[in-house]
C-alpha cells in the first residue's frame, strides 16, 4: 500500500512537472516584440517618398526583412494624445483624449489595458526606456530605463536658451521649438550679454550637465543612452534559450526639437545640397485650418497666430530667404533622423546577430509627422499629409513577406491588434465595463499578402486634431479621412476641404467647392458621421481640470486659467525658470511677455 502510495505521488509529480515545462514552453514559444517610437518622425525615410537625400539605411535594412505601410497615419497629430491612443488602442473619440490631460486621468483609457499591461498579463516580461506615452506611469512596466529627455539644451547659466547658432528672431522662440543646431565644443561661446552657453541634458524637472570635449569626447545623449540601453538588454537575452518572453518598448526623441544632434550628422548634408521640398506658393489660401485655430481668452489673453504658421514664418524672418532658412532647417532634420537610424541599426545587430532574429517581431513607427513648410506651415497638429502621415514598418518572422509594401490607408490604432494577433494573445483587454475594447484591426493580413491581403479595417485612415479645450465634445471636434485616392477634412466650425490624392498628392487644390465632386464630397460626410459619435451623444468622462496653486486670478476665470496656464506649460516647458515642475503666474507672464507676446487682433498674422 506504502509503495502504491508513493508510485502514486511520484506520477503525479511528473504529470505536474510536464504541465508546468509545457505552460513554460508555451509561453517561450511566444514571439518576442521590439516596438521602437521616434518622435515627430515624418515620411523622411528610405522607401517613403519623403525627401530624396533622407540617409536611413538601418530603417531600410528593416523594411527590406518586413512590410512598409506607405499609407500609415496617427489618430491625433500632436504627442500626448497620440501615444495614448497608439498604447490604449482607443481612438480620441472613445475616451475624450484629445489633449495633454494625463491619459490615466480618463476614465475610460485608466479602465483599459495599455499594450504592455496587457503583454505583461499574458506571461510576458515589459521593459521601456525613453519616450513612448507622454505622460510615463512607470507601474505599467515591470522594468524602465531612462526617463524622457528632450535635451541636449544650450544653458546660459540661468535658462535653457536656443542653439548660438540660431539667428534671432527664431532663437527667441525658445530652447525647444526654437533650437537647432551641431552638438559642439561651446568653449568660449556665449550669450550677447556675455554670459558663457555650456550644454545641459535631463527631464523638465531635473537637468544635468552635458559633457562635450570634443567629437568623440564627450557624454552619450539622451537617444544614444537609450539605444545603449536597448542593446544590453536585448544582449542579456540573446542567448538564452527557453527563456520569458519579453516585450520591449524603445523611445527616441529625435527628430523632436531641438534637432541638436553630433556634427558629423550634419557633415552628412551640406547646407549648399540641401534640396527643398516642392511648395506651391499660396497653397494655404483655399484651406480652412487657420479658422479654427489659436488659443481662446485666458489669462491675459489668446495667441491668435498658430504654432505651425508662427514656426514658419519666423524661420523665414529670420533668414536672407525662405530657401535658406528651410535649408537650415532641412539640414538639421535630416541630420537628426540619421542619428535615429544609427542607434535603431544597434539594436538591428544585436536581434539579427543572434538567435532573437528568428522570434522577435519589430515594428517602427512615430507619433506623427511633421510639416516642412508646405502651405506656410512648420509643425505637427494639422489634418494635412505632411502631420498626419508616419513610416510604419513590421517584421514578424514567418508571418511578414520580406520586402513588401502596402499601399492600404491604415492607422497607429491598428498596432495594437496587431500584436495581439501575432503573439495570440487574449482579445479582451479592458480591465471592467468601464473600458473600451480595442478599435483598431490586426494587419496580419496584409503583412501576409501586402497587395492583395483581406483586411478587415475601413478603408480610410481616421485623425482628429487636438485644440486648446478644458473639455472636448467628440461630435464637435475637426477630423480627417485618409482614402486610397482622397483625403476628406472637416473642421468644428464645419468647413471642409476635399483632395483627390492620386492626381494631386502634394494636396494642393481644394475640391469641397467644385460641384463635380459633391457626391465624393457627401459620401465622405457620411463616412465620417458614421464613424464618429453623433452630436447630442453622451460625452466620455473627463478628467477635471485642478490648479496646483492659488493665484491672484479673479474667482470667477479662475479654473479655465489655471487650464490654460497647464496647457501652455506642456508646450513650453522652458517657462518654468525654476524648474520646479509648475509654471508659476509670474514665470508665465515673464516668458510670454520676452519669448511669445500675444499678436494683437488686427494683426495682419490674425487667423482668418
Given at each position: 500500500?506504502?509503495?502504491?502510495?508513493?508510485?502514486?505521488?511520484?506520477?503525479?509529480?511528473?504529470?505536474?512537472?510536464?504541465?508546468?515545462?509545457?505552460?513554460?514552453?508555451?509561453?517561450?514559444?511566444?514571439?518576442?516584440?521590439?516596438?521602437?517610437?521616434?518622435?515627430?518622425?515624418?515620411?523622411?525615410?528610405?522607401?517613403?517618398?519623403?525627401?530624396?537625400q533622407?540617409?536611413?539605411?538601418?530603417?531600410?535594412?528593416?523594411?527590406?526583412?518586413?512590410?512598409?505601410?506607405?499609407?500609415?497615419?496617427?489618430?491625433?497629430?500632436?504627442?500626448?494624445?497620440?501615444?495614448?491612443?497608439?498604447?490604449?488602442?482607443?481612438?480620441?473619440?472613445?475616451?475624450?483624449?484629445?489633449?495633454?490631460?494625463?491619459?490615466?486621468?480618463y476614465?475610460?483609457?485608466?479602465?483599459?489595458?495599455?499594450?504592455?499591461?496587457?503583454?505583461?498579463?499574458?506571461?510576458?516580461?515589459?521593459?521601456?526606456?525613453?519616450?513612448?506615452?507622454?505622460?510615463?506611469?512607470?507601474r505599467?512596466?515591470?522594468?524602465?530605463?531612462n526617463?524622457?529627455?528632450?535635451?541636449p539644451?544650450?544653458?546660459?547659466?540661468?535658462?535653457?536658451?536656443?542653439?548660438?547658432?540660431?539667428?534671432?528672431?527664431?532663437?527667441?522662440?525658445?530652447?525647444?521649438?526654437?533650437?537647432?543646431?551641431?552638438?559642439?565644443?561651446?568653449?568660449?561661446?556665449?550669450?550677447?550679454?556675455?554670459?558663457?552657453?555650456?550644454?545641459?541634458?535631463?527631464?523638465?524637472?531635473?537637468?544635468?550637465?552635458?559633457?562635450?570635449?570634443?567629437?568623440?569626447?564627450?557624454?552619450?545623449?539622451?537617444?544614444?543612452?537609450?539605444?545603449?540601453?536597448?542593446?544590453?538588454?536585448?544582449?542579456?537575452?540573446?542567448?538564452?534559450?527557453?527563456?520569458?518572453?519579453f516585450?520591449?518598448?524603445?523611445?527616441?526623441?529625435?527628430?523632436?526639437?531641438?534637432?541638436?544632434?553630433?556634427?558629423?550628422?550634419?557633415?552628412?548634408?551640406?547646407?549648399?545640397?540641401?534640396?527643398?521640398?516642392?511648395?506651391?506658393?499660396?497653397?494655404?489660401?483655399?484651406?480652412?485650418?487657420?479658422?479654427?485655430?489659436?488659443?481662446?481668452?485666458?489669462?491675459?489673453?489668446?495667441?491668435?497666430?498658430?504654432?505651425?504658421?508662427?514656426?514658419?514664418?519666423?524661420?523665414?524672418?529670420?533668414y536672407p530667404?525662405?530657401?535658406?532658412?528651410?535649408?537650415?532647417?532641412?539640414?538639421?532634420?535630416?541630420?537628426?533622423?540619421?542619428?535615429?537610424?544609427?542607434?535603431?541599426?544597434?539594436?538591428?545587430?544585436?536581434?539579427?546577430?543572434?538567435?532573437?532574429?528568428?522570434?522577435?517581431?519589430?515594428?517602427?513607427?512615430?507619433?506623427?509627422?511633421?510639416?516642412?513648410?508646405?502651405?506656410d506651415?512648420?509643425?505637427?497638429?494639422?489634418?494635412?499629409?505632411?502631420?498626419?502621415?508616419?513610416p510604419?514598418?513590421?517584421?514578424?518572422?514567418?508571418?511578414?513577406?520580406?520586402?513588401?509594401?502596402?499601399?492600404?490607408?491604415?492607422?497607429?490604432?491598428?498596432?495594437?491588434?496587431?500584436?495581439?494577433?501575432?503573439?495570440?494573445?487574449?482579445?479582451?483587454?479592458?480591465?471592467?465595463?468601464?473600458?473600451?475594447?480595442?478599435?483598431?484591426?490586426s494587419?496580419?493580413?496584409?503583412?501576409?499578402?501586402?497587395?492583395?491581403?483581406?483586411?478587415?479595417?475601413?478603408?480610410?485612415?481616421?485623425?482628429?486634431?487636438?485644440?486648446?479645450?478644458?473639455?472636448?465634445?467628440?461630435?464637435?471636434?475637426?477630423?480627417?479621412?485618409?482614402?486610397?485616392e482622397?483625403?476628406?477634412?472637416?473642421?468644428e466650425?464645419?468647413?471642409?476641404?476635399?483632395?483627390?490624392?492620386?492626381?494631386?498628392?502634394h494636396e494642393?487644390?481644394?475640391?469641397?467647392?467644385?460641384?463635380?465632386?459633391?457626391?465624393?464630397?457627401?459620401?465622405?460626410?457620411?463616412?465620417?458621421?458614421?464613424?464618429?459619435?453623433?452630436?447630442?451623444?453622451?460625452?466620455?468622462?473627463?478628467?477635471?481640470?485642478?490648479?496646483?496653486?492659488?493665484t491672484?486670478v479673479?474667482?470667477?476665470?479662475?479654473?479655465?486659467?489655471?487650464?490654460?496656464?497647464?496647457?501652455?506649460?506642456?508646450?513650453?516647458?522652458?517657462?518654468?525658470?525654476?524648474?520646479?515642475?509648475?509654471?508659476?503666474?509670474?514665470?508665465?507672464?515673464?516668458?510670454?511677455?520676452?519669448f511669445?507676446?500675444?499678436?494683437?487682433?488686427?494683426?495682419?498674422?490674425?487667423?482668418?
Amino acid at each position: 500500500m506504502k509503495s502504491f502510495v508513493l508510485r502514486s505521488h511520484y506520477l503525479l509529480a511528473l504529470v505536474f512537472a510536464w504541465l508546468l515545462s509545457s505552460s513554460f514552453l508555451a509561453a517561450s514559444e511566444k514571439p518576442n516584440v521590439i516596438l521602437i517610437l521616434c518622435d515627430d518622425l515624418n515620411d523622411y525615410v528610405e522607401g517613403f517618398g519623403g525627401h530624396p537625400q533622407a540617409e536611413t539605411p538601418n530603417l531600410k535594412r528593416l523594411a527590406q526583412g518586413g512590410v512598409r505601410f506607405t499609407q500609415a497615419h496617427c489618430n491625433i497629430p500632436i504627442c500626448g494624445p497620440s501615444r495614448a491612443s497608439l498604447f490604449t488602442g482607443v481612438y480620441p473619440h472613445h475616451s475624450g483624449c484629445f489633449g495633454f490631460t494625463k491619459w490615466d486621468g480618463y476614465e475610460v483609457l485608466k479602465n483599459s489595458r495599455t499594450m504592455m499591461d496587457h503583454f505583461r498579463a499574458e506571461g510576458y516580461d515589459t521593459l521601456g526606456t525613453g519616450k513612448l506615452m507622454h505622460h510615463m506611469v512607470k507601474r505599467e512596466w515591470q522594468k524602465y530605463g531612462n526617463p524622457a529627455d528632450y535635451g541636449p539644451f544650450a544653458f546660459d547659466g540661468e535658462n535653457k536658451i536656443a542653439h548660438p547658432d540660431v539667428p534671432l528672431p527664431y532663437s527667441e522662440i525658445g530652447a525647444v521649438d526654437g533650437s537647432f543646431g551641431p552638438l559642439v565644443n561651446l568653449a568660449g561661446r556665449t550669450t550677447p550679454e556675455g554670459k558663457l552657453i555650456r550644454w545641459q541634458t535631463g527631464g523638465w524637472a531635473q537637468q544635468r550637465p552635458l559633457r562635450v570635449d570634443s567629437q568623440n569626447d564627450r557624454d552619450l545623449t539622451a537617444d544614444e543612452l537609450n539605444g545603449q540601453w536597448a542593446v544590453d538588454q536585448l544582449k542579456a537575452r540573446a542567448n538564452k534559450p527557453g527563456q520569458q518572453p519579453f516585450f520591449m518598448g524603445v523611445g527616441f526623441i529625435r527628430p523632436h526639437t531641438p534637432l541638436i544632434v553630433p556634427k558629423r550628422f550634419f557633415d552628412q548634408f551640406p547646407l549648399d545640397s540641401i534640396e527643398l521640398p516642392v511648395i506651391r506658393p499660396g497653397d494655404v489660401a483655399d484651406t480652412h485650418a487657420r479658422s479654427v485655430r489659436g488659443i481662446p481668452s485666458g489669462a491675459d489673453g489668446p495667441r491668435s497666430e498658430d504654432m505651425g504658421t508662427r514656426l514658419f514664418n519666423t524661420l523665414v524672418e529670420s533668414y536672407p530667404s525662405q530657401d535658406s532658412a528651410l535649408r537650415h532647417f532641412i539640414q538639421a532634420y535630416l541630420a537628426s533622423v540619421a542619428s535615429v537610424d544609427e542607434q535603431i541599426g544597434r539594436i538591428l545587430d544585436v536581434v539579427e546577430n543572434s538567435p532573437l532574429h528568428d522570434n522577435t517581431i519589430i515594428v517602427l513607427s512615430s507619433d506623427h509627422g511633421w510639416g516642412m513648410g508646405e502651405k506656410d506651415y512648420l509643425y505637427k497638429n494639422s489634418l494635412w499629409q505632411e502631420s498626419t502621415r508616419v513610416p510604419l514598418i513590421i517584421r514578424a518572422p514567418g508571418v511578414s513577406k520580406s520586402d513588401g509594401v502596402s499601399m492600404q490607408p491604415v492607422s497607429l490604432i491598428d498596432i495594437y491588434p496587431t500584436l495581439v494577433d501575432l503573439c495570440d494573445l487574449s482579445q479582451q483587454t479592458t480591465k471592467n465595463e468601464k473600458g473600451h475594447s480595442l478599435d483598431g484591426h490586426s494587419l496580419k493580413p496584409l503583412l501576409q499578402s501586402p497587395e492583395r491581403g483581406q483586411w478587415s479595417g475601413p478603408d480610410a485612415a481616421l485623425t482628429a486634431l487636438y485644440k486648446w479645450r478644458t473639455k472636448y465634445d467628440p461630435a464637435k471636434e475637426s477630423y480627417s479621412l485618409r482614402a486610397k485616392e482622397w483625403r476628406y477634412i472637416r473642421y468644428e466650425n464645419g468647413r471642409e476641404e476635399l483632395y483627390h490624392t492620386t492626381e494631386d498628392p502634394h494636396e494642393w487644390t481644394n475640391l469641397a467647392d467644385d460641384p463635380k465632386h459633391q457626391e465624393t464630397l457627401q459620401n465622405f460626410r457620411e463616412q465620417l458621421n458614421s464613424r464618429i459619435p453623433e452630436s447630442g451623444s453622451p460625452i466620455p468622462p473627463q478628467p477635471p481640470f485642478k490648479p496646483k496653486k492659488a493665484t491672484a486670478v479673479k474667482p470667477a476665470v479662475k479654473s479655465d486659467a489655471e487650464a490654460w496656464k497647464r496647457q501652455y506649460f506642456s508646450k513650453h516647458p522652458a517657462a518654468d525658470t525654476d524648474q520646479d515642475g509648475t509654471l508659476t503666474w509670474p514665470e508665465y507672464q515673464a516668458y510670454r511677455a520676452k519669448f511669445d507676446p500675444p499678436t494683437k487682433p488686427n494683426s495682419s498674422k490674425t487667423d482668418k
